[in-house]
């Protein structure tokens, strides 16, 4: 036919049959999927232990002049020419690999994931997998202020996506396993697996399904597992205290998590300046991380404490370690160095450099709070990471893990959300969507029931249908047509069971074949049957019958007769949005008895 959207469809069944309606879209595959995440899981954890092996035998030879991998602080290196150097040349090393490596190393990792998830087809090149752990060990090792988290994800989901594209997955399923895959990496690290599962929802997965959630989990206890034998077990900084808050304690942690919001959101502005100000520097890319790295140096010079990981100085600040001068010159250099390092597009994470920010932050206020100022430096760090990232319950949970002390829980989350609620507010985008949204792609990360999966057909069709009897012959068909305004009719029998679609570019056609006039419709529109939905099934079955015949409206028969009773059109599908629209936007007082109703009940 002239019309696409009038076209006859070559086929009417669907495979199986009609979906049956359930609370969660699950099959067999799930099963599969999570066999597959054993197999990722071993992989992130086992890219975890070399990734922190890596870190520390590039920091031992740059600093100690060691070769071996045991973990040293740099709070006791001596401050001199070569501190200055070594995070320059490191920095050096890294545009070297993204120029003629893959640019896909530089950033912090996180943000390179979802963009993969969102726009790749969730597919990652093997260079990454071994480049982003080298680029990152280089980078931290030689001083740069970043932890190992966003590496471990790009890293762990590059094991998951390289693993799932030796099979036939869809993306969707590739996703689970680049997330499975990250996620495992971060447990591994950290020893959080619930905090993990909880990233993996609020930042990577983009929806909440059985398929996706159940193989990441697996994933996850399978890096759980292996993490005693790689890495050792227990929190990574076990805590205990029980502040016996005031009535007011929480309401103290809210006034925290406002702080650690403002602190966020001064931090993420900063950030996207120094970012652009690079954008705008006579010089090539790759230079810019050898620049960066000589704040990073400079830096050094006035407090070492600031370089590297900084694991030793979180553990400080939850034990309670440090004075306030050296707290308030860690929180001033680290600052500064870790902006300058993260715009110039260098490697390495920002989630170790966020818990001791906010955990600095966090130990100050507790010098006028009570309870231990560790405690507040918990939530401190903790409503840092929630603000930051838009994960509160992320942020709450890894907390209580990284410590051990789940009595802190209710703190913690008042403080997250308190910082979330403050971020979402004033900024558009997060430090992780901003750089894509940089890169010309939207995201929202705003999850919601579809809702043509609650609606029925039978709330959107068109009830009073104009027909075509499939006894007219082509004559009278095109007769009807120029009587009648339609475009496209339903072609009936007797018993008024749909056969077809007859349009009007049909009409006209048959009005210039010779000898078509007088046969009838049932002999034109019925060598191809249509696909029908019923009036109790959902919208969302019938946009995909739709969308696989490639039809602008599908007819809806009684399940029982087969009769047609009605139909379903493009404009049906925008009265589903249109209702989800209002439901947003439409506000009413119901029980307002000082307000008169215009219309009153008789």
């Keep these: 036919m002239a019309d696409p959207a009038s076209a006859r469809p070559r086929s009417t069944t669907v495979a199986g049959g009609p979906p049956s309606l359930a609370d969660f879209t699950a099959d067999r595959r799930l099963l599969l999927l999570a066999a597959m995440a054993l197999v990722i899981g071993t992989g992130g954890a086992a890219a975890a232990w070399l990734l922190l092996k890596l870190i520390a035998l590039v920091t031992n030879l740059v600093w100690f002049g060691r070769f071996d991998t045991v973990s040293r602080p740099l709070a006791d290196i001596t401050p001199s020419v070569w501190t200055v150097l070594a995070p320059a040349l490191g920095g050096l090393a890294i545009g070297l690999m993204a120029r003629f490596g893959s640019e896909k190393i530089r950033g912090h990792g996180i943000p390179e994931a979802i963009e993969a998830i969102l726009i790749g087809g969730s597919r990652m090149s093997p260079k990454v997998a071994v480049l982003k752990p080298m680029s990152s060990a280089i980078s931290i090792g030689t001083g740069g202020p970043f932890g190992a988290e966003g590496p471990i994800i790009m890293t762990g989901g590059a094991i998951g996506s390289l693993f799932a594209q030796l099979f036939d997955l869809s993306a969707a399923e590739r996703k689970t396993l680049l997330v499975a895959g990250a996620a495992a990496g971060m447990t591994a690290v950290f020893a959080t697996p619930v905090a993990a599962v909880l990233l993996a929802i609020e930042l990577l997965l983009f929806e909440w399904r059985p398929r996706s959630f159940v193989p990441v989990v697996v994933a996850v206890i399978t890096a759980t597992c292996w993490r005693p034998l790689l890495l050792g077990h227990g929190p990574l900084f076990p805590f205990v205290a029980d502040p016996a808050l005031p009535w007011w304690g929480l309401i103290a942690c809210a006034g925290a998590g406002v702080i650690a919001g403002l602190q966020s959101g001064l931090l993420t502005k900063l950030l996207y300046i120094l970012e ?77 450099p966020l818990l001791i920010l906010g955990g600095a932050v966090g130990w100050l206020l507790g010098l006028a709070l009570p309870g231990p100022s560790g405690f507040w430096a918990i939530v401190g760090m903790a409503a840092m990471l929630g603000g930051t990232m838009r994960a509160p319950l992320t942020g709450a949970l890894f907390a209580v893990e990284l410590t051990g002390d789940v009595h802190m829980l209710a703190p913690l989350l008042t403080a997250t959300v308190a910082a979330y609620a403050v971020t979402v507010l004033l900024l558009k985008r997060s430090i992780l969507t901003e750089k894509i949204a940089r890169r010309g792609q939207h995201i929202t990360r705003e999850y919601g029931i579809d809702p043509y999966e609650l609606t029925r057909v039978s709330e959107v069709m068109i ?39 007859a349009s009007r570019g049909d009409a006209l056609r048959w009005g210039v074949e010779a000898g078509r006039e007088a046969e009838r419709l049932q002999d034109l529109v019925s060598d191809a049957s249509i696909p029908s939905v019923n009036p109790e099934d959902v919208v969302s079955r019938a946009l995909d019958l739709m969308l696989r015949s490639d039809m602008g409206r599908i007819v809806v028969v009684d399940p029982a007769s087969g009769a047609l009773v009605g139909l379903l059109t493009r404009k049906s599908l925008l009265q589903v949005r249109a209702k989800a629209v209002s439901g947003e936007a439409d506000r009413q007082a119901y029980l307002a008895p000082w307000r008169r109703s215009p219309h009153p009940e008789s």
């Design 276 to 352: 652009d100000a690079f954008e705008h520097l006579p010089v090539h890319w790759m230079w810019w991380p050898a620049l960066g790295g000589l704040v990073v140096g400079l830096g050094g010079l006035f407090e070492p404490r600031a370089l590297g990981v900084g694991y030793d100085v979180i553990g400080d600040l939850i034990g309670g370690h440090l004075v306030i001068q050296a707290v308030l010159m860690i929180l001033a250099v680290k600052t500064v160095v870790w902006l300058f390092a993260l715009s110039s597009g260098t490697s390495g994470g920002v989630l170790a």
């Design 463 to 501: 009830r009073d249908v104009d027909v075509l009897s499939s006894s007219l012959t082509a004559a009278e068909a095109g007769a009807a047509f120029r009587a009648g305004g339609r475009r496209i009719y339903p072609v009936v029998d007797a018993a008024r069971r749909p056969v077809g679609f």
